[in-house]
């Protein structure tokens, strides 16, 4: 099953909006319809017509290529979990540290993000971060894609630290 996004335009482009939020707003000017067939733009269209005020076009679209969204949230087991979920998760220290070590006034830190910082949109998602406070290698940073990685990064980390200590 295909799914289509109906996008809603009003008079500025800075306020598009979906069309489902457009329900109860103002109306709005034009309604565009991407979809991969005339056929179903004017189904789509057609949905749409009982909502207020719409100029209608409905056209075939050959050369846009709608791209499938990764998901954006991860829990620590990197499975995709809905934003609100992941909200709770943040807020829960324990579950955010994966480790911490302290090496004279260097701090190395290892948390789970939860959201996807791999912007390439190539490769797996990077939810796990390193980071280094203090020291020659202050602000260093490493991000992962497991928790085991993270570990393991967050070990290699400690010990470049500690070669910068000696």
Known sequence: MHKYKITALNAAPHRRR???????????HV???FAPDAETALQLAEQARGFKAWTTF???????????RRPMHYDREGLPIEAEMWMLLFEDH?????????????RVSTVWLGIDHNF?????????????????LDHDCARYTTEAEARAGHVAI????RETLS
Do not use: C, H, N, W
């Open 18 to 28: 979906d069309l489902l939020e457009l329900a109860d707003a103002t109306p709005a």
């Open 31 to 33: 309604l565009i319809v």
């Open 58 to 68: 409905a056209m075939r679209v050959e050369s846009v290529r709608v791209e499938e």
């Open 94 to 106: 324990d579950y955010k540290r994966v480790e911490t070590s302290d090496i004279g006034e260097v």
């Open 120 to 136: 390439s949109k190539t490769g797996q998602p990077l939810i796990f971060e390193t980071m280094v406070f203090g020291g020659e």
């Open 158 to 161: 400690v010990q470049r630290v």
